[in-house]
């Protein structure tokens, strides 16, 4: 005769559950559809801002799709699908050689003006980038030296985003003239927080990353980042709607946004000094 | 860069998602959903549908959230709506679908450990059946003990009675099954 108190544990442990992984991103997506009924004045104002700011775009609210088992409370990465990148907004750029590209960066490499509908704020040194938001220099060997580097916030602390263009390596982006980013920002990735999307055509699926304490391949369709600290959360610009590349290193998420195949994100990655 | 972290209480993350901070609610949902999940799988006897009844629960919750009025008590809120979901989803396929064959279709992972483990795949399906065989009354209170974890306060918060009650609920709904898996 079995124990009937530790067979009710052990059975509610074991039962299995189908489709409870994505519950948070579901209950979440849901709970922000019905926004015109119950306005969310931070969330809306921060979407003003951002539209403001980005021509064109539409910025989708807030709708994670996650399943997280724990909130660490500061520092999170949350990713959620849907919204739309400012694909058009700047025209198409004048292609030519850049005076600044490494030996090590692929061939080819042109060089444009930022496009403004990223919205990442002037062209500063990598060494201010780093003194400004105290980060490591993410500068993958494999592309060599950016077109532009910026520092950006969310989070409040700033993100350094390095700016791509096109090249043999990377093809244009749904931003013309724009290859990739490539991000580096203090946070922790929670594995529970990603999930495959309903309704969309985005996967995530977790992938090996050398020197990296973990990684998470996103592929199909355009997400956001949600930046968790002590007592508020920010939605990021949505900026590239491309295959997406994330891994944390200690302290640091790594990412790269390009139209590229995880083969090639991952060379990319492990370039990163 | 400071990475001391303080996970916020329940009640920080209520006052957070009742100021519009929809990630917070994401949070408790997270801390809570594998408890909503279990539940609704037990109290429906279908854990095909678990999934579907907690997220309507949940997104009813936060929509109930001005509601609550402990905030620190946002488990046993949360989850007795789950509980209510349940019941309701299961008057509503009650008919299309019988309780044995909703309780005999469960599936259990394997056996972690057969030294450890008392639940054998038999033992398992038996223990399924016999919770469907026994008043809703009974398998609840069990269903908010054993399969959400709840305490006999969080119990007796859930079921809206005292906890001296949740004690002598819980040895009934417990004979009541012994008597069912004994049948058997």
Redesign the interface.
């Known amino acids: ?20 992984d ?7 997506r ?3 559809e019905p926004v015109q009924h119950r306005p ?4 809306l104002a921060l979407a003003g801002a951002l539209v403001a700011l980005v021509a064109g775009a539409t910025l989708a609210l ?1 709708g ?1 799709r ?10 999170s990465v ?1 990713i959620e699908p849907g919204g739309t990148v400012p694909t058009t907004a700047s025209p198409p750029a004048t292609a030519s050689t850049s005076p600044t590209s490494q030996t090590t960066a692929v061939a080819t490499t042109t060089t444009t003006a930022v496009p403004p509908a990223l919205d990442l704020g002037p062209d500063v040194s990598m060494a201010e980038a780093m003194s400004r938001a ?1 980060l490591p220099d993410p500068t993958p060997a494999l592309l060599g030296r950016p077109q532009s580097v910026h520092v950006v916030h969310p989070p409040d ?1 700033g993100q350094i985003i390095l700016v791509y263009a096109p090249s043999e390596l990377l093809p244009m982006s749904p931003v013309i003239g724009v290859g990739a980013l490539v991000s580096v920002f ?1 946070a922790h990735i929670e594995e ?1 927080f990603f999930a495959k999307a309903l309704g969309n055509d985005a996967t995530v699926r977790s992938v090996d990353v050398p020197t990296a304490d973990g990684g998470f391949w996103i592929e199909g369709a355009p997400h956001q980042l ?1 930046f ?1 600290s002590a ?3 920010q939605l990021d610009t949505l900026r590239l709607a491309t295959n997406t590349l994330l891994w944390q290193r200690g ?1 640091h998420v790594y990412r790269i946004e390009a139209d590229i195949s995880l083969e090639t994100a991952l060379r990319i990655a492990a370039s990163v000094p | 860069m400071t990475t001391e972290s303080t996970e916020p209480s329940d009640a920080d993350l209520v006052a957070r998602a009742r100021a519009g901070d929809d990630a917070a609610f994401g949070a408790l949902v997270g801390r809570y959903q594998t408890a909503a999940l279990r539940l609704a799988a037990v109290i429906s006897g279908s854990p095909d549908d678990a999934a579907d009844i907690a997220q309507e629960a949940l997104v009813k919750a936060h929509r109930s959230l001005p509601k609550l009025t402990d905030p620190a008590m946002v488990r046993p809120w949360m989850l007795r709506i789950v509980a209510n979901e349940a019941k309701n989803h299961l008057r509503s396929r009650d008919r299309r679908h019988r309780r044995e064959s909703r309780y005999g279709s469960w599936t259990v992972a394997a056996m972690p450990d057969p030294e450890t483990s008392v639940l054998d795949a038999d033992d398992a399906r038996e223990l399924a059946l016999a919770l469907g065989r026994i008043a809703a009354r009974d398998r609840q209170v069990l269903a908010y003990r054993y399969f959400a974890g709840l305490s006999e306060t969080e119990t007796a918060r859930a079921l809206d009675v005292a906890a001296g009650t949740v004690k002598s609920r819980t040895a009934r709904a417990l004979a009541r099954l012994r008597v069912e898996m004994g049948q058997r």
């Open positions: 005769m079995i124990e009937l108190e530790r067979a009710l544990d052990e059975l509610a442990e074991r039962v299995q559950i189908p489709g409870g994505w519950l948070v991103g579901d209950v979440l849901r709970v922000g969310r004045r931070r969330v807030p994670p996650h399943a997280v088992a724990r909130w660490l409370g500061f520092d949350h105290g602390s203090p529970g949600f968790d007592g508020q959360s302290d």
